[in-house]
C-alpha cells in the first residue's frame, strides 16, 4: 500500500478506474493510465472514440462519474483540490478561445489568476510572446489576429503558465498548411527545450506522433493499446487498432549528410534518402505514407531512391485494400490494393522489396 | 395648427427658464427609473448568468416565464403590485401605494425580466468551450462568472439600454401605482397624459422633447462604451 502511494507520486498524473458518463451514456471507462513526467503521451482514436473526453477528465474539467484521478500521486476531489489542479496545468484547445481584448491581457491573463506576482508576469509573458514570434502583436485586439497569430498567441498562454502538465486538445487542426507547419515547428522547438509534460489528442496528426513517447490508443471510450510510438504502429494489437493506424510509417533516425538539400537518414542499419534541410547529426522523423509505398518480387531499377529487401510479417485485408506490413531491418507498412496483393501473391514470411522516392518521405525533427 | 405652433413656443419657453416643476418631473423619472433599472441589475444579470450556464430541474420553466415577463404589458404590472399594495391587500401595511417607491417596484418587475433575459441570452452565445478555457487557465467560480460577463459586455450594455427604455417610457404601471400625483409621483409619461387630457399642450410637449432627450442621451452615452470597446 505504502510502497504504492510513493511509486504513484512519481506520476504526473495518473487515473484509477475511471467512467465519465454523458447525457446518460457511458462514453468512456479507463482502469489506470499513467502520465509520466517531462514524457509525451499521444492519445489517438477515431472520432467520438472519448479522446477529448479523457484528456478533460485529466485536466479536472470533467468529473469522471466514478474513479478517481490523481495529481503527483494525491486524489483530486475536492473543489479546492480540483481549482489546485487547474492552476497547475494547461490547456490549448483547437479554437484558440481568446478573450475579447488585447494580445497581452490574453496572454498574462492565466498568470494573474494564479497570482503570479506582476515582475514574474512581465518577464514571462514578453518571454513566451518572442519566443512564438508574436511579440509586435502585443497590443493588438485578440479579434484582430489571424487564424495561426491566434493560435501562437494561444500557445504562448500555454506555455507562460509554465504549466506542469501541457494539454492539447487537436490544437493544430483547422489551419491553413503553411501556418500549420511553422506553428509545429515553433512547437516542437519549444517542447524540446521545456520538456514540459504534455498530453496531445488527435485523430490525424503525424506530426503529433513525432513527438510521442508514448501513444494511446482509444476506441469506443475503451483503451485498446499502450505503448511506444514503435510498439503500436509495427504491432498493433488487433485489426481495428491496425486498420486505423495505417496512416504513416514513422521512422527514428540521424542525419548522416545533406547533399543540396538531399539528406541520408540513418535508420538502423539502412540509409534512407529523402527531401530536407536539416543537417548532419539532427535526430528526424521520418514519415511515410503507406500508398507511397511500391511493392516487388524482385529488385528493379527505378527512379525510387529507395528501395529496401525485407519479409513479409503480416497481412490485413479490408475492403479493397490490404495493409503489408513488412520488415526490412525497420518496420514498414505498405497499403496497396487486394487486386495486386493477390496477383504478387503476397504471403507472411515472402521476400519483398519494398521501394518509396525521396520525395515521398516527410522529415521531422525530435 | 395654431394650437401646434402655440404648443412648441410655450414649450420652448419653460425649457429654457428651467421650469421649477417640470425640473421636479423629470427629476423624479430618473430617479425611479434609475433605481429601477439598478435593482433589476443587481438581481437579473446573476439571474441570467444562472439561467444562461447552470443546468437545474425547472429551469425551462424559468425562461419562459422571464420571455413572458419581457413582454408583459405595464398597465397588468401595474394591476398586480396595486392589488398587492392596497390598503386591504397583502403588502397594505406597507403604506406604499401611491408613492416613488411603489413606482420602483412596478417599473422593476418591468425591466428585471429584460435584464435577465438579455444577460441569459449574451452569456449563452459565448463559445461552451470558453467556459472550459477560463477554468483551465486557473479562475476560480466567480472568477469566471466575471470573465464571462465581461466578454458579453456589449450585449449586456444592449441589456441595460433596453431595460432602462422600457421603465423610463413606461407609463401604465407608473400611472396605477404613482396616481400622477403633483410634486409627488408626477413622472414624464404620466404628466404628459395628464396635461393632454386637460388640454394642456405646451407642458406636455415640452416634456416629450426632454424624454426624447434623455433617452437619446442615454443610449447616446451606451453606444459610445460599446463601439469603443469594439475593433477598430
Known sequence: MRQEAVSAAHFALEARNISVVLGGLKVLEVSSLQVLPNQVLVIIGPNGSGKTTLLLTLAGLLRPASGTILYQGQAVNSKAEILR??????????????????????????????????????????????????????????????????KRTSLARAFALQPDVLFLDEAFNGLDSHSRQSIIDDFQDVLGEAKTTTVIVTHDSSEALALAHRVIVLMDGHIRQIGSREDVFSNPVDEQVATFVEVENIISGVVASNQGGIVTVNVGKDAVEAVSDYAAGEEVTLCIRPEEITLAGLRATSSARNSFAGKITRLVFFGALTRVEIDCGFPLVALITKRSAEEMNLDKGKPIYASFKATGVHVIKR | MDLIIQGIIQSFWLLVHGDPAVLRVVLLSLLVSGAATILSLIVGVPFGVVLGLARFPGRRFLISLVNTGMGSPPVVVGLIVTLFLWRAGPLGVLHLLYTPSAMVIAQFIISFPIIAGFTMASVQQLDPKLRLQIISLGASQLQMVWLLLKESRLPLLAAIMAGFGSVISEVGASMMVGGN?????????????????????????????????????VNLILTIIQQRSKPR
Do not use: C
Open chain 1, 85 to 150: 489542479l487547474h492552476r497547475r496545468v494547461a490547456v490549448v484547445f483547437q479554437e484558440p478561445l481568446l478573450l475579447n481584448s488585447t494580445v497581452w491581457d490574453n496572454i498574462t491573463l492565466g498568470l494573474r489568476l494564479r497570482g503570479v506576482k506582476k515582475e514574474e508576469i512581465k518577464l514571462r509573458a514578453n518571454k513566451w510572446l518572442e519566443r512564438f514570434g508574436i511579440a509586435p502583436l502585443a497590443g493588438r485586439q485578440a479579434k484582430t489576429l489571424s487564424g495561426g497569430e491566434a
Open chain 2, 181 to 217: 400625483i403633483t410634486g409627488q409621483t408626477r413622472v414624464m409619461t404620466t404628466a404628459i397624459v395628464g396635461e393632454v387630457s386637460r388640454g394642456q399642450f405646451s407642458l406636455a410637449i415640452a416634456l416629450s422633447i426632454l424624454l426624447m432627450i434623455l433617452v437619446y442621451l
